[in-house]
């Protein structure tokens, strides 16, 4: 700015003003608009140099601008002054208004300090408003335009073109001027910060949309089956989405799997299993329904997928097929616990299923009340003793041999078997018991001998056959091993025991056909009973000891049927 006569400014002076204001405010950047500041001070308020000294996050100021002179703007730019030697600029020297101005014969005092600036000397002032090289003046720019806001720089000035210190009108334009760079550098700022969260915003969209698009790829490709269920409220576990691989386990189009919740699916015997997954997350094997009406054995893993806000709101379910791993379970079961040869329980197996009704406490008396005769004669014990009304597996006979029942007379989930009374000779009291039939084939080594392991093999695979045809469901036919077999029939008095010893050994002694010859057998019954406060060893031993009675009352030749 052309140094005029006050109060007098040429109009051309205030559009020059006007012009460099309005290009602060159109800059595109924060750096654009730093750089425009500086020039408008060379350009419209007629210094020959300026600086813009931009306040750093950690408070200390940094160059960020500097025109009229590329010499000095390449010494200084970017280096950085300490915000407590800048305060001490900004509280020394004449006070201008918002202005500060040291004259050199102060200023000599700053030389050493660590606030960025170029060195100028010449001659003393000829006269009282020259200005000296060594002058400085600061023009400090304040976020609310007053020097009680927040400081966001300091503009350096030097060199008026018309050599004297600024007059009145010269320091309100350049505290004027000030005012308005302080304007427009926040506006930058704000413009700067508002585009690096756009850019942020959209680049987490593209995170949040590449992440979603890899989950939808990994739920819909899965090779196992997945699907996403709401949780809570009235529509608790209804499918929401399923992937293909579940819609081919079970059978069902994915259009008919959202008309569903997994309650509607899941195998009645397994509704508790899955109540408490769906409550807990985690991991749980249960049977889910086919189309067809079957059911497949699954491995079920929950995650509960929750909204820091509003809690759970929906699971996310891995299915995975273990209908083969289960059929190998069972199969390794049913080895374990089944002979290999004739398929039917074997020792151990039939020793769990007779303790199983067995307690250690005799019954008082020995008699079972009517209502344990009635419940004996047409109920499944072995299933009453591990479950109760509800259904819930229960180990009884745990209970009674930790006595925690023993003073709760009258309270006793265990049916007690009690052996029937009368005697061996048939006299029965209508009472009715377990019943365990030892059989001892007759004939049986004679066989082997003769004909081969491989032919002996093929009796007991027919015999085991003729007695699993003879007795009732829910009896056991067991091999204990060699030629020896134990029926449990439960219900049966000692007529209908001895009746069932009968029926046995006349399906046994019919010629069986081995290798294009007929063989016979014959069997030696004894019959035991079981009753509580024996072991399943000591019933075992007593009906073997009867089964030896009655093979030696017997003639050897009506023994001997092979």
Same mark, same amino acid.
């Given at each position: +700015? ?10 051309? =002076? ?14 595109? #950047? ?13 350009? &419209? ?15 200390? %100021? ?14 200084? *730019? ?41 060195? =100028? ?12 090289? #060594?002058?400085? %003046? ?55 910060? +508002? ?46 989405? =399923? ?11 994915? #259009? ?16 508790? *299993? ?19 009406? *079957? ?36 199969? %390794? ?45 047409? &109920?499944?014990? @072995? ?42 000779? &048939?006299?029965?009291?209508? =009472? ?19 004909? &081969? ?14 007695? *699993? ?10 091999? %204990? ?73 017997? @003639? ?7």
């Amino acid at each position: +700015m052309e140094t005029e006569s006050e109060p007098y400014v040429r109009l051309a =002076t205030l559009r020059q003003l006007h012009q460099v204001m309005a290009d602060m405010n159109t800059a595109r #950047s924060l750096a654009d608009t730093l750089q425009t500041v500086a020039d408008g001070v060379v350009n &419209g308020l007629g210094y020959e140099l300026a600086c813009v000294n931009l306040v750093r996050p950690d408070g200390d %100021l940094v160059v960020a601008a500097f025109a009229g002179n590329s010499a000095a703007e390449a010494l200084i *730019t970017g280096r950085v002054g300490s915000r407590a030697s800048w305060d001490r600029r900004l509280n020394m020297g004449e006070r201008w208004g918002e202005l500060r101005f040291i004259p050199y014969t102060e200023g000599w005092i700053l030389d050493e300090d660590d606030v960025p600036q170029w060195f =100028t000397d010449g001659p003393p002032p000829r006269f009282d408003d020259e200005w000296h090289p #060594s002058d400085r %003046l600061f023009a400090p720019m304040y976020a609310s335009g007053a020097s009680g806001g927040e400081l966001l720089g300091v503009i350096s000035v030097d060199r008026p073109r018309g050599g004297r210190r600024p007059g009145a009108w010269g320091r309100e334009a350049l505290q004027m001027y000030a005012f308005q760079a302080a304007i427009a550098i926040s506006n930058a700022r704000l413009r700067a910060n +508002m585009q690096r969260a756009l850019v942020r915003l959209e680049r987490e969209q593209q995170a949040l949309r590449a992440s979603e698009e890899s989950f939808r790829q990994a739920f819909e490709y899965a090779p196992s089956g997945m699907a996403i269920a709401e949780m809570g409220g009235d529509q608790h576990g209804r499918i929401l989405r =399923t992937n293909d691989a579940l819609c081919r386990l079970l059978g069902r189009p994915a #259009s008919a799997m959202r008309r569903y919740s997994f309650s509607d699916l899941v195998h009645p015997e397994d509704i508790g *299993t899955l109540l408490r997954t769906s409550a807990e997350g985690g991991r749980a094997e249960l049977r889910l329904g086919r189309r067809d009406g *079957t059911y497949v054995w699954v491995s079920l893993r929950n995650s509960v997928v929750a909204d820091a806000a509003d809690g759970p709101r929906f699971l996310l379910t891995h299915v995975e097929d273990i209908e083969e791993r289960k059929r190998r379970e069972l199969q %390794l079961a049913h080895r374990a616990s089944h002979d290999s040869l004739t398929g039917l329980p074997n020792s151990a197996e039939l020793r769990s299923r007779l303790s199983a009704r067995l307690c250690q406490r005799p019954v008082e008396g020995a008699r079972p009340s009517a209502i344990d005769s009635l419940d004996a004669a047409y &109920g499944d014990h @072995a299933a009453l003793a591990a479950h109760d009304s509800n259904g819930h597996g229960f180990d009884f006979a745990a209970v009674h041999r930790s006595g925690l029942y023993d003073g709760l007379d009258g309270f006793d989930h265990h049916v007690h078997v009690a052996a029937p009374g009368g005697d061996d000779s &048939g006299a029965d009291d209508g =009472t009715k018991g377990l019943a365990v039939l030892f059989c001892d084939l007759d004939g049986f080594k004679s066989i082997n001998d003769r004909f &081969g392991h491989n032919a002996g093999d093929a009796v007991l695979i027919e015999v085991a056959r003729r007695l *699993t045809s003879v007795v009732r469901d829910g009896d056991t036919v067991a091999r %204990l091993g060699g030629d020896e077999f134990v029926v449990l029939a439960d219900g049966l008095g000692r007529a209908d025991a001895q009746d069932l010893a009968v029926r046995l050994r006349n399906a046994i002694i019919p010629p069986i056909r081995v290798d294009g010859r007929a063989v016979r057998v014959g069997a030696s019954f004894g019959i035991g009973w079981a009753h509580c406060g024996m072991t399943a060893d000591e019933v075992l031993q007593s009906a073997d000891q009867r089964m030896y009675v009655e093979k030696r009352s017997r @003639a050897k030749q009506h023994r001997r049927a092979g």
